[in-house]
C-alpha cells in the first residue's frame, strides 16, 4: 500500500548504511523482510590483491550487510517480527584459487548469520543465509590495467 521510493546505498559505504536505514524507517515505520544481496568480488592471486582491496571487498560483503541488519534489527525486535535473509555464495563455505578476499568475506558474513538466527529465535525474527553455486553473471570484465576496473560490482 506504500508507493516505491528509490533509495540509493553503497553498501561498502559503512558511514551512510545508518542513515539510509533511518531514512527507511521514518518512510515506511519499518522494515518486514531484508533481503541482503549486494556483492563485490574479485579474481586474482593473493599476492597480487592489495590489502586495501580486501578491505574493500570486506566492508561490502562482510560489513555493509552486517551493519545494515544491525540498523534495522531495533526495530524488529520491538516488534518481535521479521525477516533477514544474506543471499551469499557457496564460496562462504569453500576456498577456492584466486578467490581469497571474496571467500573469506563471504565465509565471515555466513558465521554471522549463523550466529544472529540462533540469537533472533526467542524474537521470531527469522535468519535464513541462501549459498547458491557458481552463477554466470553475463558480466565479461575488461582487460583492466588496474584493479578498479577487473572488480565486478
Known amino acids: 500500500t506504500y508507493a516505491p521510493k528509490l ?9 551512510c548504511i ?5 531514512e527507511i524507517l ?9 533481503i541482503n ?18 578491505k574493500k571487498i570486506m566492508d561490502a560483503n ?14 524488529m525486535i520491538s516488534r ?17 584459487p584466486f578467490r581469497a578476499a571474496y571467500a573469506a568475506s ?5 558465521g554471522f548469520f549463523d550466529c544472529l538466527r540462533a540469537e533472533m529465535e526467542e524474537f521470531n525474527i527469522s535468519v535464513s543465509t541462501v549459498n547458491p553455486t557458481f552463477i554466470c553473471s553475463y558480466h565479461h ?5 588496474n584493479w578498479e576496473e577487473s572488480m565486478w560490482k
Open 80 to 96: 518481535r517480527t521479521g525477516q533477514i535473509v544474506l543471499i551469499n555464495s557457496i564460496q562462504g563455505k569453500i576456498g577456492i
Open 62 to 75: 562482510y560489513f555493509g550487510p552486517i551493519t545494515l541488519t544491525k540498523a534495522i534489527l531495533p526495530n
Open 18 to 22: 545508518r542513515d539510509v536505514a533511518k
Open 141 to 145: 570484465p575488461p582487460p583492466s590495467a
Open 7 to 15: 533509495i540509493l546505498l553503497d553498501i561498502s559505504d559503512i558511514n
Open 37 to 54: 544481496n549486494a556483492s563485490m568480488k574479485v579474481k586474482g592471486a593473493v599476492q597480487s590483491i592489495s590489502l586495501e582491496l580486501d
Open 106 to 110: 563471504k565465509h565471515a558474513a555466513v
Open 26 to 34: 521514518n518512510c515506511y515505520g519499518c522494515v518486514d523482510i531484508l
